[in-house]
């Protein structure tokens, strides 16, 4: 294949309120809006690194990065963690990288980030797509593990919800867990769980994904299409509904063939 370009790596150091972050990102320059990825818990930029492989979206820039806490990227506190201090987070990012209006793509805790992102300031974000990202309190199936599954300590928490999750039914579990350990650090899964659970029980998030005003496209796997929410969500005026086949949470991993497609066709089809 000729004609990648390329993503360049980047790093860029922050303070949010005496938090120091180090976050390690990819780019790439280009024209229109840029691509903003924001990767899910246990995850890393990586995630969307094949979007070079998309030639149809060969001339958009690209911002993905490392959430603290993750992959490369590293913070002084990771106590502090938040799904709001990670919506700060993205705000920071995109103000050093000069963006202004941009299209948004979050799976799971970033799908859950990115719909907090789009709420703040809708006029920004041109698309939103949501990849299983958490919209309603049944969306906790992993996060609320902090909750049901108690460990006296944070190591002792990640091996066994490494356990359970290898042992899962579900598409990609076991790929996703055997690399846990080595993407994201034991201290931010209580903080980051704790916060995505109460947003989803407590937040109004449904309601608020429904009020954007932006194309949205809510996609999930062929595995979670009994979520409940799903009908009434399928009569709403400027909500896609895109299914993956072959797939649970983790369409990345168990079918980047069709996400991609569903990704490039929605970004495509507003251009």
Not at 6 to 14: D, I, K, N, Q, S
Not at 117 to 133: C, Q, S
Not at 149 to 153: E, F, G, I, N, S
């Given at each position: 294949?000729t004609g990648?370009r ?9 303070d ?11 780019r ?26 998309q ?5 958009r ?6 959430a ?6 590293t ?5 502090a ?5 990670l ?10 990288h000069?963006v ?14 990115a ?22 309190p049944?969306?906790?199936?992993l996060?609320?593990q902090?909750?049901d ?5 944070a ?10 999750v290898?042992?899962?039914?579900y598409?990609?579990?076991?790929l996703?867990?055997s690399?846990?350990?080595f993407?994201?650090r034991?201290?931010v ?11 989803s029980?407590n ?20 595995q979670n ?9 399928s009569?709403?005026?400027?909500v ?8 649970g949470?983790?369409p ?20």
């Open positions: 294949m990648i390329r993503l360049e790596p980047f790093t860029l150091p922050l949010i309120d005496g938090t120091q972050l180090r976050i390690a990102g990819l790439r320059d280009g024209d229109g809006p840029p691509l903003v990825f924001l990767h899910g818990f246990g995850s890393t930029k990586e995630d969307y690194a094949d979007v070079v492989q030639a149809a979206l060969d001339d820039p690209v911002i993905a990065y490392d603290p806490g993750c992959g490369r990227s913070a002084s506190n990771y106590r963690l938040s799904i709001p201090f919506v700060r987070t993205a705000e920071l990012v995109l103000q050093a000069r202004e209006r941009f299209d948004l793509i979050g799976h799971s805790m970033g799908g859950l980030t719909l907090l992102l789009a709420d703040n300031d809708p006029d920004r974000v041109t698309h939103f797509i949501d990849i299983e990202g958490n919209v309603a049944e969306d906790c199936f996060s609320r902090i909750i599954h108690p460990a006296p300590d190591d002792t928490f990640m091996e066994r919800f490494i356990e359970r290898s042992a899962s039914r598409y990609g579990s076991a996703y867990a690399t846990l350990a993407k994201v034991a201290d899964v209580q903080p980051i769980f704790a916060s995505m659970v109460d947003l029980d937040a109004g998030l449904l309601t608020r994904f429904l009020a954007l005003p932006m194309p949205r496209m809510l996609m999930y796997g062929e299409a009994t979520l409940s929410y799903l009908p009434a969500m009569q709403v005026d400027g896609e509904l895109a299914e993956i086949p072959d797939c949470h983790f990345m991993y168990s079918n980047p063939v069709a996400m991609w497609q569903h990704v490039t066709r929605f970004l495509e089809s507003g251009r």
